[in-house]
């Protein structure tokens, strides 16, 4: 398993090495190297100690699709907007087919 560490140098010409969770550990060290060495001592302490290092897997969310129909699919058809938008749309379409000469009922090319 591999860690990031944090390392930067401190005050007095030391460096001081950190990792994070699950370890939280500081070390400070002359050098970055002898911070670093710390660090990883630190980490196999706290191991031979009887800590341990696990993973678990959690699912992200569902992995089936929610049931149809939504409560709202349905919604639409007594919104009065949608409605006018629709009789819109057919008396454009019956404008444009009398524009065409095209009647409703009839077959393509009579």
């Known amino acids: 398993m591999q860690l990031p560490i944090l390392i930067e140098p401190i005050g007095g010409g030391g460096f001081r090495a950190r990792v994070g969770e699950p370890f939280a550990l500081s070390a400070e060290g002359d050098s970055a190297e002898a911070a670093t060495r710390e660090v ?4 196999a302490q ?29 919604l639409y058809k007594t919104d009065l907007s949608y409605k006018a938008l629709q009789e819109a749309i057919e008396e454009y379409r019956r404008l444009d087919n009398e524009a065409e000469g095209i009647h409703p009922g009839e077959p393509a090319g009579s």
């Open 46 to 74: 706290r191991l031979r100690s009887g800590a341990r290092l696990a993973t678990i897997t959690v699912p992200n969310g569902s992995s089936s699709p929610p049931p149809l129909p939504f409560p709202a699919d349905e």
């Open 40 to 43: 990883e001592r630190l980490i």
